[in-house]
Every structure is written in structure tokens, then in C-alpha cells.
């Protein structure tokens, strides 16, 4: 569930990467998909709305700015205060003021989190959306979202100091009660705060749009006239760059570097600065290329390595002019050099490995240092 999450805005997490994290245990999977924790989309899984809707509020992820949250709070608000007055019962009237209380603390919290979640996607629409137009159409729907906020930050305001609620407030006088109500205020001038802010980066932001949009009319207009042939003859861009001394119009100025007295006075740096100057003058300027070393013997000589190999055909033709067993006659065979065991064994393997058609292999054995060995002879 977290891999999925984490991917929730991009559908690329396929049913296959599921098995792989659970195991290959494809009951589990299935009974996540049974309970609608999970849900397929052809070959790929996501999680169902209510668990991702938990999780973003939770960790305050979610970029929907959802106004009527508040307004259901507020609702809730008036019909339990309503119902509290009318009320005789006191343990009816303490669960119709515990209601009151849960729902002024989420007014407080929706309130903050919505005026956060509306910065951080007036951030996000400025920076990331490339197309002009859907920035500018996000800029002003969220301004909407913005008025909508400052709106039930306002009611909720006169909820809190309105006169029939007033008689509520001192009708229930409770401590907690007290502490929410002062919490809330503190909140609510929190995101009065914050939305003022918000107001002015909207305009900041939808004033670049419009200065960067002039601004690239008139390039694509100077590109145009560039095409054509037309710039210097539709426009008084000449004019104006004479006039202009801007600095960045200037060539770049070139300061060269002297030597310190210090230096000049010194014996070995000063005295090697200057033949580097006065060989340069007398070469024009053209630096001497330094020729290589021209003895190649190094490299010329040969590194020579003898391996010394077996000639199998040759064992092989002389063991078919034989009578005796292979294993026998290779332990009796010159071979020009002293071989060990374990190396008549491999040139036994390698004889039959290709010369097997030319033998006669039969099914009797023979063992010889803890090791049998078929019997072959010649054909």
C-alpha cells in the first residue's frame, strides 16, 4: 500500500509488482481486491478512494481545496446548537455539546489545512505548469478557491460571536468549550493572515503571466520580421540599439596581467618569465611543438611464451596400433615429460571426448588410487 501511495499519481504500478512484494502469495492479493482496499484497472492496482482519501489527509498530502468541509462544519454547528436550546434533557443536551465541540476543532484544522494545501498548489501551478494558458486558468480558479476560504473563515467568525450563538456559549459554560473556541479564533486569524498573503502572490503571479506573454508576443513578432526579411525596414530596432549603451552591449575589456616588482626582482621566476616572452615574441607567436622520442626499442621487443601441449592424435595413433586398455597404456606412454596421475586421467576424459567412434568401449571396470575407469580398447 505504500509503494502503491507513493505512485497514486501515476498509473504504472501493475498487478505482477504487487506479487512480487507480497511474495507470490496471490491469496493476500486477492483478499485486499475483496475487501476493495485494492482495485484493478486492467493490468494495473490503485487504491480505493476512501483509503487514498485517508491517507492524504492524514499526511496532509491531498491538493484538492475543498471548501464545503467547512460549510458542512458549520451546518453541523448551527443544527446542534439549535438542538441544544431546545433541549431539556441534560445528557442529550452534554452529547449535543460534545458534537458542537468536535466540530469547531475540525472547522479550526480543514481551515488551516485548506489555506496550506492553496499555497502550496499556487507554488506548484506557477512553477511546474508549462502551458500558458492552463497556468493562467489554475491562477484564477484558485483565487475563486481563495474568496471561497476568506468567505467561511468570515461565517465561521460570526458563528463565534453571533447573538443567538452567544446564548448558547454562555448558556454552556465549560471549560473546554472555552479553550476550543479560543484556539479556533487563533486559527481562523491565522488564515485570515495567510490569505491576504495568498491574495497578493495570485496578483504577483498573474501580473508575470501577462508581462511574460507581452513579452514573448513581441519576439515571436521580431522572429517573424527576421524570416521575412523585414526588420530593419518595419522596425526601428537599429535606432534603438545605437541609442542603447546598455553594458551588456560592450565588448568584454581584456586587462593584462603584469608583473609585481617582486617578482621581477627575483632571480629564477622573473628570469624564466621573460625567456618565455622573448621566445615568444621572436616566434610570432607560434608555440614550438615538442617533438617525441624517436627510439621505438621498448616497444620493439618480443615477449615470447611456451606453452608446452600434448599432440592427443598422436597418442591416438598409437594406442589403435596397440593391444592394451587405454588407461593401461596411457601410464606407459612416453609423453617426453613426467605426467602425473590427475593428468593421465584428463587426457584419458579428452581421448574418448574425441576419438570415442574409433574405440572399443566395453561395460567392465577397473579401479586404480580410489578411482574407476571403463575399459577401452582399440577396434
Known amino acids: ?176 468549550l472555552q479553550r476550543i473556541i479560543n484556539a479556533l479564533r487563533g486559527k481562523l486569524n491565522f488564515c485570515r493572515h495567510n490569505l491576504i498573503y495568498i491574495q497578493k502572490q495570485i496578483i504577483e503571479f498573474l501580473n508575470r503571466l501577462k508581462y511574460q506573454s507581452g513579452l514573448l508576443e513581441k519576439i515571436r513578432q521580431l522572429k517573424y520580421l527576421k524570416d521575412q526579411f523585414e526588420l530593419k525596414s518595419k522596425t526601428n530596432i537599429v535606432k534603438l540599439l545605437l541609442a542603447d549603451h546598455s553594458l551588456v552591449y560592450e565588448p568584454n575589456p581584456t586587462y593584462s596581467l603584469k608583473l609585481s616588482l617582486d617578482q621581477l626582482q627575483s632571480d629564477d621566476e622573473a628570469l624564466d618569465a621573460i625567456k618565455k616572452v622573448v621566445s615568444r615574441n621572436r616566434s610570432g607567436g607560434r608555440s614550438v611543438i615538442q617533438l617525441s622520442d624517436n627510439n621505438l626499442s621498448d616497444y620493439l621487443q618480443l615477449d615470447i611464451e611456451e606453452v608446452e601441449q600434448i599432440n592427443l592424435k598422436a597418442v591416438k595413433n598409437s594406442f589403435l596400433a596397440g593391444s592394451n586398455n587405454l588407461f593401461d597404456f596411457l601410464r606407459t606412454y612416453d609423453f617426453g615429460k613426467p605426467v602425473s596421475f590427475e593428468e593421465c586421467l584428463t587426457i584419458y576424459c579428452q581421448l574418448i571426448c574425441q576419438y570415442d567412434l574409433q574405440f572399443k568401449l566395453t561395460a567392465e571396470y577397473q579401479t586404480r588410487q580410489n578411482t574407476e575407469y571403463l575399459l577401452i580398447y582399440p577396434l
Open 1 to 176: 500500500m505504500t509503494e502503491i501511495f507513493e505512485k497514486r499519481k501515476v498509473l504504472s504500478y501493475k498487478y505482477d509488482d504487487a506479487l512480487e512484494v507480497l511474495d507470490y502469495n496471490e491469496d493476500k492479493l486477492r483478499l485486499l481486491l475483496e475487501f476493495t482496499v485494492l482495485r484493478e484497472n486492467g493490468a494495473y492496482l490503485e487504491l480505493d478512494d476512501h483509503f487514498l482519501q485517508f491517507f492524504e489527509q492524514v499526511l496532509e498530502v491531498n491538493e484538492e481545496i475543498n471548501v464545503s468541509y467547512i460549510t458542512e462544519n458549520l451546518q453541523t454547528i448551527n443544527q446542534n446548537i439549535i438542538y441544544y436550546l431546545k433541549e431539556n434533557s441534560e445528557s442529550r443536551k452534554y452529547n449535543y455539546l460534545r458534537q458542537v465541540k468536535s466540530a469547531l476543532r475540525k472547522t479550526g484544522i480543514i481551515a488551516i489545512r485548506n489555506v496550506v494545501d492553496l499555497k502550496r498548489n499556487i507554488d506548484n501551478t506557477f512553477k511546474n505548469e508549462p502551458n500558458y494558458k492552463i497556468k493562467k486558468a489554475k491562477l484564477e480558479h484558485l483565487d475563486i478557491k481563495r474568496n471561497d476560504i476568506a468567505t467561511l473563515v468570515m461565517l465561521t467568525d460570526n458563528l463565534v460571536a453571533g447573538d443567538e450563538e452567544q446564548t448558547f456559549f454562555k448558556t454552556a459554560s465549560d471549560e473546554e
